[in-house]
């Protein structure tokens, strides 16, 4: 029972000792969190398209998010405001970061490289990893100050944030020589870059260069929540989901992506485990329902019994992005699950691509 006891108080020591960590909507740094960031609705103002939905492991589901994306009263906002933050910028010695966009911020021009999205920003204990779908976010830390870009306002997207160890920034880095992110802006240096050296080299531009091009690893976050990061290099060449996710969670998928790119991929069932395009999502409190053609966020979840999978991630299922970097993040966990799975109103079916609704 002690080391349980004593496991519990150095989580809770580095939660409140000003250690870098995700926060919640209220201020509150937290293992994890997901954003669900809702369309804009039609003719609305610029505010209707930057409401979200929030959930972490306390609220038992979805809850309407206490701020605006825009604001570091916001989850998110208060989360990546610390790569900004005063007290970090003077300790850069001690922190290390990394940003990547395949659409970064100022930029327009179209990256070949992965199709990932992140923000990652640690020091010497712990630090946290943040998954998205945002092109054009965030700034770079030359800005000094957090923003909303004008054009995330329009279409839903995700994030998934999770705290965790130093130790475990090991394997993330490991993980992005193969998804090949655009970095625009890092800082490995030091002991950061003498104890992940795979960091560093993905920050530089560096890839795996033999098969497998694919990996997946457990990573455990600072309160010994598991999760899966999958990852896969452009040779990979296939569909993340199709592919070899499905397989791999040993679940039929509903996969919920950019509608509205080239070479959309069907609803596949030629393989054991089916996976099906989404078509329309519903929020049931506060009742929000929205085409997947308006939603820019990239998740799936499994079709099967409590407790399924749910993974957040930065890929779609088009014929360009079978031959680009890319992964995602799952978890088993049932209200996870349940929370995604519920949002979930029509999909498209194989045969006779129809619409189907739960």
Not at 70 to 95: F, I, K
Not at 173 to 186: C, K, R
Not at 313 to 335: F, K, S
């Amino acid at each position: 029972m002690l080391p349980i006891l004593l496991l519990s108080a150095t989580l809770l020591h580095n939660f409140v000792s000003g250690s870098i960590s995700c926060y919640d909507d209220s201020g509150e740094p937290v293992d994890w969190f997901i954003v669900y960031k809702l369309p804009k609705p039609h003719r609305s103002p610029p505010a209707g398209g930057m409401r979200y939905m929030y959930q972490d492991g306390q609220t038992q589901g979805w809850v309407p998010g206490k701020s605006l994306m825009n604001s570091t009263e916001g989850a998110v906002g208060r989360t990546v405001q610390q790569l900004y933050a005063d007290a970090v910028r003077r300790r850069t010695e001690e922190t290390a970061y990394v940003l990547y966009n395949d659409e970064p911020p100022n930029n327009l021009s179209y990256s070949l490289k992965g199709h990932t999205k992140g923000v990652i920003l640690l020091d010497k204990s712990q630090g946290f990893w943040l998954l998205h779908s945002t092109p054009h976010f965030p700034p770079s830390r030359e800005e000094k100050e957090y923003a909303w870009p004008h054009t995330g306002l329009p279409n839903g997207q995700t994030f998934l944030c999770i705290t965790f160890p130093y130790s475990q920034f090991r394997k993330i880095g490991n993980q992005l020589l193969f998804t090949e992110p655009h970095v625009y802006d890092y800082h490995v240096e030091g002991t950061f870059a003498e104890d992940l050296p795979a960091l560093l080299n993905a920050s530089e531009g560096e890839h795996v260069q033999k098969e497998p091009w694919n990996s997946s690893v457990t990573l455990t976050s600072l309160a010994g929540k598991e999760f899966i990061s999958f990852a896969k290099f452009r040779f990979f060449s296939d569909d993340l989901y199709s592919g070899w996710l499905a397989e791999a969670l040993a679940s039929d998928l509903y996969v919920q992506f950019w509608l509205r790119s080239r070479g959309i991929l069907p609803s596949n069932c030629s393989e054991h485990f089916r996976v099906y395009n989404v078509q329309s999502l519903a929020f049931h409190n506060p009742h929000i329902t929205f085409p997947s053609l308006v939603d820019h966020s990239k998740w799936c979840v499994g079709t099967g019994s409590d407790p399924g999978w749910a993974c957040v991630g930065d890929m779609n299922r088009n014929r360009a992005e079978e031959h680009r970097g890319g992964g995602t993040i799952c978890t088993r966990d049932t209200t996870i699950w349940k929370a995604f799975n519920s949002l979930v109103q029509n999909y498209t079916d194989c045969a006779d691509k129809g619409y189907y609704w739960l």
